[in-house]
């Protein structure tokens, strides 16, 4: 049996790197999916993730295990990126070029049952999907990434994001139009 993240956070605490280790392992593929939807080009979201979870270890010890990991991770990540921006302020934090095929995967959409002709299709969808949310502003992006592919309520996202249920709701308005404006041409 898998052991919980209270549990490794309380052996992380106490030095075992190891139990880190399998914090990262648990998370990596979330961690670079949620700097994906916040940077929207892929070598800074792996940059990003990479270093958030430096920061998420050096922080540990102050690391209540009451609370969810992620979360908290996903909070150290955002504060990592506005901290970059604000340091490279008029400079272009995101690139709005579109993503390559491993950005793409992750926004994959295809069931491992279809047959080759729908894969394909649903690939090259998902790759249209993946490059015209990265056209998107970093607000609009990351708003859809935490509902649609996070899963999170309007009440967890408002926590997250430390703003009030009611700009969540708009936010998410905002970027759904904008996305289903970009969409359109493809559908």
Do not use: C
Request: proline residues 4%.
């Amino acid at each position: 049996m898998d052991p919980s993240d209270a549990e490794l956070i309380v052996r992380t605490q106490a030095g075992d790197k190891e139990a880190f280790g399998i914090i990262v392992r648990r998370y990596m593929k979330r961690a670079y999916n949620a700097a994906l939807a916040i940077v929207g080009e892929h070598h800074e979201a792996m940059d990003l993730s990479q270093e958030a979870f430096v920061r998420a270890y050096r922080g540990m010890k102050g690391f209540d295990t009451s609370m969810p990991f992620f979360p908290w991770y996903y909070r150290t990540l955002k504060n990592l990126w506005i901290n970059r921006a604000r340091k490279l302020r008029g400079i272009r934090t995101r690139s709005l070029s579109p993503p390559d095929d491993q950005d793409a995967a992750q926004l994959d959409v295809a069931a491992p049952d279809e047959g080759p002709f729908v894969s394909v299709e649903k690939k090259e969808m998902s790759q249209i999907l993946a490059r015209e949310m990265a056209a998107l502003g970093a607000d609009k992006r990351e708003i859809l990434y935490l509902r649609h592919f996070e899963n999170l309520s309007y009440k967890e996202i408002a926590r997250l994001l430390d703003i009030p249920e009611g700009t969540v709701m708009s936010r998410l308005f905002g970027a759904r139009a904008a996305l289903r404006a970009r969409m359109e041409k493809y559908l």
